[in-house]
């Protein structure tokens, strides 16, 4: 069995673009048929928004993808979640450096921001504080793009019709 590889999202609240980028990535995921390969979740930095539901807008946003997140409730990234995790992604760099004192340190490697993994690496901004979320919904997916063909190009997922194809090859 392929080893599964575990993505963690973080932002400050939990509640606009950790659970948006968990969504997106899912959703991306399941397209590519990779079944149980990525487990994807969600945190925030913060306890401030623990228990509350995603933010409206971007649950708006993810409805008219026909994504459900009616169910996600904020949580708070724990020092466990360092071990329990391959990826720990945060949106901006306050997220992760917050991240890093959670964790007490990254000797791993595995904490980094979501757009370094794209051409253009930089912070995703707050919706909560610009209220663009269609901008942050653009950032995020280019992220979640570029995340996935980075684990793509190091053969660390691999759709299931590359391995049907494979296994019958053999």
């Given at each position: 069995?392929?080893?599964?590889?575990?993505?963690?999202?973080?932002?400050?609240?939990?509640?606009?673009?950790?659970?948006?980028?968990?969504?997106?990535?899912?959703?991306?995921?399941?397209?590519?048929?990779?079944?149980?390969?990525?487990?994807?979740?969600?945190?925030?930095?913060?306890?401030?928004?623990?228990?509350?539901?995603v933010h409206p807008r971007t649950a708006a946003i993810l409805d008219t993808l026909g994504i459900d997140c009616?169910?996600?409730?904020?949580?708070?990234?724990?020092?466990?979640?360092?071990?329990?995790?391959?990826?720990?992604?945060?949106?901006?760099?306050?997220?992760?450096?917050?991240?890093?004192?959670?964790?007490?340190?990254?000797?791993?490697?595995?904490?980094?921001?979501?757009?370094?993994?794209?051409?253009?690496?930089?912070?995703?901004?707050?919706?909560?504080?610009?209220?663009?979320?269609?901008?942050?919904?653009?950032?995020?997916?280019?992220?979640?793009?570029?995340?996935?063909?980075?684990?793509?190009?190091?053969?660390?997922?691999?759709?299931?019709?590359?391995?049907?194809?494979?296994?019958?090859?053999?």
């Amino acid at each position: 069995m392929e080893k599964q590889i575990r993505i963690l999202f973080v932002c400050y609240g939990n509640i606009c673009r950790s659970p948006m980028a968990e969504y997106i990535l899912r959703s991306r995921v399941a397209g590519l048929e990779l079944g149980e390969s990525v487990l994807v979740d969600s945190a925030a930095t913060s306890a401030e928004e623990t228990g509350n539901p995603v933010h409206p807008r971007t649950a708006a946003i993810l409805d008219t993808l026909g994504i459900d997140c009616s169910a996600k409730r904020a949580r708070q990234m724990q020092r466990s979640d360092y071990e329990a995790y391959d990826y720990l992604i945060g949106m901006d760099r306050m997220n992760v450096a917050d991240m890093r004192r959670i964790a007490g340190g990254d000797p791993d490697g595995k904490i980094c921001r979501l757009l370094d993994f794209a051409a253009n690496p930089r912070d995703i901004a707050d919706p909560w504080y610009t209220g663009d979320f269609d901008a942050t919904y653009t950032d995020v997916c280019a992220g979640c793009d570029a995340l996935l063909k980075r684990l793509k190009e190091q053969r660390l997922v691999i759709p299931a019709a590359v391995r049907v194809c494979h296994v019958q090859m053999r």
